[in-house]
C-alpha cells in the first residue's frame, strides 16, 4: 500500500518527523543490562548464559548487580574467619598435645584431644558456609542460608559433648585419687591457649556480628569455649605444677558447667532460627519507620520476618490508597524493597503486600 500526503502537508509532516528525531536523541540512552539465566527458572539454558534486559537508566539489574557484589564480600569475611580460626586451632592442637605428653599432665593433653575435636566443627562450618553461599534455586526459593544453623547445632552438640568428657575426666581423677606433677612447659601451654582464644573470640564476635552470620557466631563462642577451658586447665595444672593435684581435676570438673551453658545458648540460638523465630523487634521497627516515611505508603499493616544464614527475609503488607492503579502500587513497593536493601545490608529478600488502607482486611491464614 502507498500512502500518499498532500503537497500542503509535506512541510508539517517534515516538522513531525524531525521533532520525532529530536525527541529520540535527548532521550537518555538506553543501557544494557546483562543477567544470568537461572537454570530452574528458564528450563533448557545452561547455567553460565546470560540474558539481556533493557532499561532505561539504572534499574533493578544495577541494584541486582550490587547485591551480588555486596553477597560475595559477607561471605568472603566469613570464610577468611573461619580459615584463620582453624589453621591457628591446627597450631594449638600440636602444641598442647606435644605439651601435655613432654611435660606430664592429663588435663593439656585433654585439652589437644578437646581442640582435636574442633575440627569437626570447624570443617562443618566451613562446609556450611559453601553450601550457604549457594543462590537460590527452584528446590531452595529462600536459599541455602539455614545450613549455618544447621552447623550450629552440630557445632552445640560438640561443645556439650565434650562437656561431659571434661566432666566425666574429672570425676574419675577424684574418685581414684589420680593427681598428676605436671612440668613447667604444661603450664605455659596453657597460657598461651588462653590468650590466642581470646583473641580469636573476640575477633569471630566483631565480624560474626556485623555479618550476623550463625555461623561466625558459633565458632566465636566455641573460641570462647576453648579459653575458658584453658582457664580451669592453667588453674589446674598450676596447682599441681605447686603441689596441689587435687585442683587440677575440680578446676575442670567446674569448667565443664561453664561449657554446657555456652553449647545450650548456642544450641537455642540455631533453633530459634530454624524454626523461623521472629527476628530482632528493634529491626522490624527501624524497617516499618522506613516504609512508612515512603510516600504512598499510609501504613504498614503488618511486618513478619526469619533468618536464613547471614541474612533475613521480610514480609511486608501496606496499606495504600485504594483508587491508586496496580502500576503505581507497584511502584512505591519497589521504591521500599529498594530503600530497604540500601539502608539494612542483613536483608536478604523483603516480600510486599498490598492492602487498601479505607477498608478492614482480615487475614487469611491456615497455621
Known sequence: M????PPGDVNIHRLRMAAGKAEALARPAEKV???PLEPARFPGIAAGKWRRTSRVGPGISGVAETQDMQREERFGQADRVIRIGF?????LMV???AAGHFGGSEAVVADGVESACD???LLSIMVALRIGRRPFDSNHPYGHGKAESIAAILVALIIV?????????AYQSVALHRYGMPELIAVLAAVVTIVVKEILCRYSLRVGGDLGSPAVLAIAKDHRKDAVTSVATLAGVGGAYLGLGILDPLAAGLTSFFIFHIGWEMFVDAAHDLMDGRPPEELLAQVSALAEGVPGVEHVHEIRGRRSGQYVILDLKLDMDPQMTVKASHDIAIRVKRLIFERFPGVGDVMTHINPHDE?????IRL
Open 2 to 5: 502507498v500512502c500518499h500526503i
Open 119 to 121: 575440627f569437626v566443627a
Open 33 to 35: 543490562y546483562h543477567e
Open 161 to 169: 559433648t565434650t562437656g561431659a568428657g571434661i566432666l566425666f575426666r
Open 87 to 91: 589453621w591457628i586451632n591446627a597450631v
Open 360 to 364: 478492614e482486611h482480615p487475614d487469611l
Open 95 to 97: 602444641m598442647k598435645l
